[in-house]
């Protein structure tokens, strides 16, 4: 966090610092029926060893109690330090409570306060849960005809008959549990909710794309565009072919992203290179574990990937790289770093704390951390867009009106600056769009319900 915010934290904290009203929900968080049975079995225990303590000094404040008024309101517990350092079975007087939550960071007691007074992006999140599972349990239940392994139809929300396939030409792609469904959301407060299945694994393919362009353009600025550009190419994502300047469309499709993340550190070993990336992707995730890559997956790709291939030979000859690449090895290394990126194994989970960093200016909502600098976070929207969700960008930018980017093993990220970021997770690809279908169900039953599409003016009324 800057001086300036933190010093506006501060000022916030001092003002709003009455802990003792803030922790009033606390206290009438009534589990008091608990303690007393505690105390009554304490009282009837055989242990006369020690006095039973006097039953109004059990009526305090618990860490379970603190825990369930927040995540009421989607603040997970697991998400903030305060619980380490509290006993679960121990009753707090409020001054000891207190003291415990301001050995917390200001950004910490800004979040701890900011749950407890409800001073959150989304208010009602009881209400606002509940409608998130309607919507899930009606997508999750659509008819799904199966007429291969990687062919099936499905009849989507408004009744229409989708053709959908498992992505063979990355053949580790299609060996898949095709059941999987899961949905996460993150809002700019770090109210998480998870739907299904939120910690099964999978790699994030083209939704490494805004990240890896969002960390590369935070290095460069907008020097990279000198070799990548920004209008959509009305084409498939792995279409060969440049625009009027000679240069890829732009970062989300293939040609663009490989061009984008061969450019920062590029005299550097690859490892290097692609620890640079990953160390950025941490933070994005907000999570001290690591991150890695699926093997198989990475060599899937490594293996068949003809269409890279060919494009960045063409790149190649093109001139595309203006003379930074001399050697057919060099070149193929960009392709190994991007094919890397491609395979980064993540849960809805973990990743929608990352796109919650691009609804939130760059910074990790759990965290605090600033991980990427507002400017290039706003050109990475711009980009998802208008280009996010390959030759369904118009269309799907038409509809729903909100920053998306999908990957071929069946995730969409979408974002709602200044809201809420949201990660869906289901293998099946509509053929029309490459990407996951019922992603594109939960998104049409969510934006039907919430009124966040840029354009529509029913959000920003008083
Ligand atoms: N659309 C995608 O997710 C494509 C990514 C995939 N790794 C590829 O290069 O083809």
Same mark, same amino acid.
């Given at each position: 966090?800057?001086?300036?915010?933190?010093?506006?934290?501060?000022?916030?904290?001092?003002?709003?610092?009455?802990?003792?009203?803030?922790?009033?929900?606390?206290?009438?968080?009534?589990? @008091?029926?608990?303690?007393?049975?505690?105390?009554?079995?304490?009282?009837?225990?055989?242990?006369?060893?020690?006095?039973?303590?006097? =039953?109004?000094?059990?009526?305090?404040?618990?860490?379970?109690?603190?825990?369930?008024?927040?995540?009421?309101?989607?603040?997970?517990?697991? @998400?903030?330090?305060?619980?380490?350092?509290?006993?679960?079975?121990? %009753?707090?007087?409020?001054?000891?409570?207190?003291?415990?939550?301001?050995?917390?960071?200001?950004?910490?007691?800004?979040?701890?306060? +900011?749950?407890?007074?409800? $001073?959150?992006?989304?208010?009602?999140?009881?209400?606002?849960?509940?409608?998130?599972?309607?919507?899930?349990?009606?997508?999750?239940?659509?008819?799904?005809?199966?007429?291969?392994?990687?062919?099936?139809?499905?009849?989507?929300?408004?009744?229409?008959?989708?053709?959908?396939?498992?992505?063979?030409?990355?053949?580790?792609?299609?060996?898949?549990? %095709?059941?999987?469904?899961?949905?996460?959301?993150?809002?700019?407060?770090?109210?998480?909710?998870?739907?299904?299945?939120?910690?099964?694994?999978? %790699?994030?393919?083209?939704?490494?794309?805004?990240?890896?362009?969002?960390?590369?353009?935070?290095?460069?600025?907008?020097?990279?565009?000198?070799?990548?550009?920004?209008?959509?190419?009305?084409?498939?994502?792995?279409?060969?072919?440049?625009?009027?300047?000679?240069?890829?469309? +732009?970062?989300?499709? $293939?040609?663009?992203?490989?061009? @984008?993340?061969?450019?920062?550190?590029?005299?550097?070993?690859?490892?290097?290179?692609?620890?640079?990336?990953?160390?950025?992707?941490?933070?994005?995730?907000?999570?001290?574990?690591?991150?890695?890559?699926?093997?198989?997956?990475?060599?899937?790709?490594?293996?068949?990937?003809?269409?890279?291939? !060919?494009?960045?030979?063409?790149?190649?000859?093109?001139?595309?790289?203006?003379?930074?690449?001399?050697?057919?090895?060099?070149? =193929?290394? +960009?392709?190994?770093?991007?094919?890397?990126?491609?395979?980064?194994?993540?849960?809805?989970?973990?990743?929608?704390?990352?796109?919650?960093?691009?609804?939130?200016?760059?910074?990790?909502?759990?965290?605090?951390?600033?991980?990427?600098?507002?400017?290039?976070?706003?050109?990475?929207?711009?980009?998802?867009?208008?280009?996010?969700?390959?030759?369904?960008?118009?269309?799907? !930018?038409?509809?729903?009106?909100?920053?998306?980017?999908?990957?071929?093993?069946?995730?969409?990220?979408?974002?709602?600056?200044?809201?809420?970021?949201?990660?869906?997770?289901?293998?099946?690809?509509?053929?029309?769009?490459?990407?996951?279908?019922?992603?594109?169900?939960?998104?049409?039953?969510?934006?039907?319900?919430?009124?966040?599409?840029?354009?529509?003016?029913?959000?920003?009324?008083?």
């Amino acid at each position: 966090m800057n001086l300036g915010a933190q010093r506006l934290t501060r000022r916030i904290l001092r003002k709003a610092h009455n802990w003792s009203q803030a922790l009033s929900d606390v206290n009438l968080e009534n589990d @008091t029926d608990q303690i007393c049975e505690d105390w009554l079995s304490l009282v009837k225990s055989k242990d006369t060893s020690s006095s039973p303590p006097h =039953l109004p000094d059990l009526i305090g404040i618990t860490s379970r109690k603190l825990r369930n008024v927040l995540s009421k309101r989607g603040l997970e517990g697991r @998400t903030f330090n305060l619980f380490r350092d509290l006993r679960e079975r121990e %009753t707090y007087t409020k001054e000891e409570f207190v003291g415990i939550i301001e050995k917390q960071s200001d950004f910490e007691q800004q979040r701890i306060l +900011n749950g407890l007074v409800n $001073n959150l992006k989304v208010t009602d999140w009881e209400s606002f849960e509940k409608s998130c599972e309607e919507i899930f349990d009606e997508v999750r239940d659509l008819e799904i005809d199966q007429s291969s392994k990687l062919d099936c139809s499905i009849i989507d929300r408004n009744g229409k008959v989708k053709i959908c396939r498992l992505p063979d030409y990355i053949p580790q792609l299609s060996e898949v549990d %095709t059941s999987l469904f899961a949905v996460s959301i993150c809002t700019v407060d770090g109210q998480r909710m998870h739907l299904g299945d939120s910690d099964i694994y999978y %790699t994030m393919q083209s939704t490494s794309k805004p990240y890896t362009y969002g960390i590369t353009h935070a290095a460069l600025d907008d020097v990279l565009h000198e070799f990548v550009g920004h209008e959509p190419s009305g084409q498939a994502f792995n279409k060969i072919i440049l625009d009027n300047q000679g240069r890829p469309f +732009n970062p989300m499709i $293939n040609m663009g992203a490989i061009m @984008t993340c061969s450019l920062v550190h590029h005299e550097q070993p690859l490892s290097h290179r692609f620890n640079y990336f990953l160390e950025h992707y941490k933070k994005l995730t907000g999570s001290r574990s690591t991150l890695s890559c699926n093997m198989p997956v990475y060599k899937s790709e490594l293996e068949v990937g003809f269409m890279n291939k !060919a494009a960045v030979n063409y790149m190649m000859t093109m001139g595309c790289w203006k003379g930074m690449i001399q050697s057919e090895e060099q070149l =193929l290394k +960009n392709l190994d770093l991007y094919y890397q990126l491609c395979s980064i194994e993540v849960t809805t989970e973990i990743q929608s704390i990352m796109s919650a960093c691009l609804a939130n200016r760059g910074i990790n909502p759990i965290t605090g951390e600033s991980v990427l600098p507002i400017r290039s976070v706003k050109r990475a929207l711009s980009l998802m867009f208008t280009c996010g969700m390959y030759d369904y960008s118009g269309r799907f !930018a038409f509809k729903y009106g909100v920053p998306a980017k999908s990957g071929v093993s069946g995730v969409t990220d979408v974002v709602i600056p200044g809201v809420l970021s949201m990660t869906i997770y289901s293998p099946w690809l509509s053929i029309h769009s490459s990407s996951s279908l019922l992603g594109l169900q939960f998104i049409d039953g969510f934006i039907k319900k919430f009124p966040y599409h840029v354009f529509d003016s029913r959000q920003y009324a008083k």
